[in-house]
Antibody, heavy 118, light 110 residues
Framework: QVHLLESGPGLVKPSETLSLTCVVSGYSISSGYYWVWIRQPPGKGLEWMGSIFDSGTTFYNPSLKGRVTISVDASKNLLSLKLTSVTASDTAVYYCARPGHGDGFDYWGQGTLVTVSS | QSALTQPASVSGSPGQSITISCTGT?????????VSWYQKHPGKAPKLMIYDVINRPSGVSYRFSGSKSGNTASLTISGLQAEDEADYYC??????????FGTGTKVTVL
């Protein structure tokens, strides 16, 4: 059974870089599929942030204007997210996820809340 | 990229059927059969209900079904139950390899 668990600092200061990791268990992260980061600001909808394929190819949400980087550390079986120059609008619950059936995201982490505040 | 358009809220009585629409464009919903639907309860991770427009993962009730016509996808919940009360989001693959979510629909069981 694939299990994903996000972790990172719960509080980040404005203009700093938000860094999160997603530890994957039950599946080798380099064995295929692709992985995504999705977030949900308080009281708002879901937003796809980006995807990374096992080839290393990445796709990012253009609305994040080049602030986002997604990477994989195969040796640690984890997925990483970096978001630079954060503002209060980046306050959200951040999820990592992976498809299992077709193009739908079957597997999700529990989510981690990140608050941007001084 | 603009979010897909969903009604803000839909309601129905137990046992009734409701349909949630998800309207995009030819570069997302209309261009690919890669529309998924998610159920979201507060404080919980989203749950995949429908993938690739019409397919239901194992374990998801037969009461949930998906369809698509042109640039609009739909999720139908038949035999509405109290446990179906949640937020629902569609998402679609888009040209350029990205994904876009819908604005979300709050389903209320009266």
């Amino acid at each position: 059974q694939v299990h994903l668990l996000e972790s990172g600092p719960g509080l980040v200061k404005p203009s700093e870089t938000l860094s999160l990791t997603c530890v994957v268990s039950g599946y080798s992260i380099s064995s295929g599929y692709y992985w995504v980061w999705i977030r949900q600001p308080p009281g708002k909808g879901l937003e796809w942030m980006g995807s990374i394929f096992d080839s290393g190819t990445t796709f990012y949400n253009p609305s994040l204007k080049g602030r986002v980087t997604i990477s994989v550390d195969a040796s640690k079986n984890l997925l990483s997210l970096k978001l630079t120059s954060v503002t209060a609008s980046d306050t959200a619950v951040y999820y990592c996820a992976r498809p299992g059936h077709g193009d739908g995201f079957d597997y999700w982490g529990q989510g981690t809340l990140v608050t941007v505040s001084s | 990229q603009s979010a897909l358009t969903q009604p803000a809220s839909v309601s129905g009585s137990p046992g009734q059927s409701i349909t949630i629409s998800c309207t995009g464009t030819s570069i997302d919903v209309g261009g690919y059969n890669y529309v998924s639907w998610y159920q979201k309860h507060p404080g919980k991770a989203p749950k995949l209900m429908i993938y690739d427009v019409i397919n239901r993962p194992s374990g998801v009730s037969y009461r949930f079904s998906g369809s698509k016509s042109g640039n609009t996808a739909s999720l139908t919940i038949s035999g509405l139950q109290a446990e179906d009360e949640a937020d629902y989001y569609c998402t679609s693959y888009t040209r350029s390899g990205s994904y876009v979510f819908g604005t979300g629909t709050k389903v209320t069981v009266l």
